[in-house]
């Protein structure tokens, strides 16, 4: 898309972020272990929400926390690492970064993650890490999305049609009032059900919402839906959800074209005379 461009867009150029506390945190005695590392930062994040955007079966929770943190433009305040984690580093804009990292403002942080953690003991103890961090920074409330994948084809509706579950009810309120419904009976797994049920044991609020996606190919209307979702329930959070929509519609219009053309083409392979 971008031809040479991208060789003028950056210098090459980095400023390391100063490193303001690091505490290693213990998950399997001996073996394995995690650290937070947390950055200087030019305001305080004391007593705001915190989302949680890691990877699961679906990429909904990615989708959302990324497109929140790009249209926030949060800054980089902590990251977390671990020898156990696999060797990896992602260049975002010009600069290095560890795959697990935390953004915030005033307002909300974002805890970002692009790859699947390894193993039960690494998310156990990347969550033990959010919970040290949200403790120390007095977070009022945690949010994580989950990502429910299905195998059919969703309609408009099943696919903004969330579910939840919260210790607030405040946010039931909210989530009731744009018609979605409570969560019964469900196994969260993965980072999601390790963060609720961490919750169950700690002080701090959390909530979770569950998005009906396709398994088959990827749907970015959940996605919305879930953003829309926050927005309403965040007073202090203005998040404007047009760009995502036209890219969840442009991908829509890619999907169902190209699902017509493998049925063209299955179509044609089955009255074929050729074998061989």
Known sequence: EYGDNWKKQSTGFYKKPKVVARED?????GNMSVTLVEFETEESFDGCTMLHGFPSA?????????????TLDLPMVAVITSPSFPPRCLIENSVPVHP??????????????????????IIHGVVKAIFKFAEKHKVK???????LP????????????????STRQDFIDSM???GHEPLTDSVM????GALLAESTTEPIDVACLVAPTSSKFPDARSAVACVKAI?????????????LEQKAAALQASVKKLLKQEETEAKGAGSSSMYL
Not at 189 to 192: F, I, P, T, Y
Not at 232 to 243: F, G, K, N, R, S
């Open 25 to 29: 945190i213990l998950v399997c005695p």
């Open 58 to 70: 679906t990429l909904t929770s990615i989708l959302v926390s990324g497109f929140m943190r790009e």
């Open 100 to 121: 697990v990292r935390i953004f915030a403002n005033k307002d909300i942080a974002i805890v970002q993650c692009e790859f699947k953690l390894p193993s039960s003991e």
């Open 141 to 147: 409330m945690m949010i994580t999305v989950e990502g």
């Open 150 to 165: 299905m195998d059919k084809e969703l309609d408009e509706k099943s696919a903004t049609s969330l579910a939840f579950v």
């Open 176 to 178: 009731v009032k744009l």
């Open 189 to 192: 797994v993965g980072v999601a």
């Open 231 to 243: 927005d309403h329930y965040l007073d202090e959070v203005e998040i404007d959800t047009a760009p």
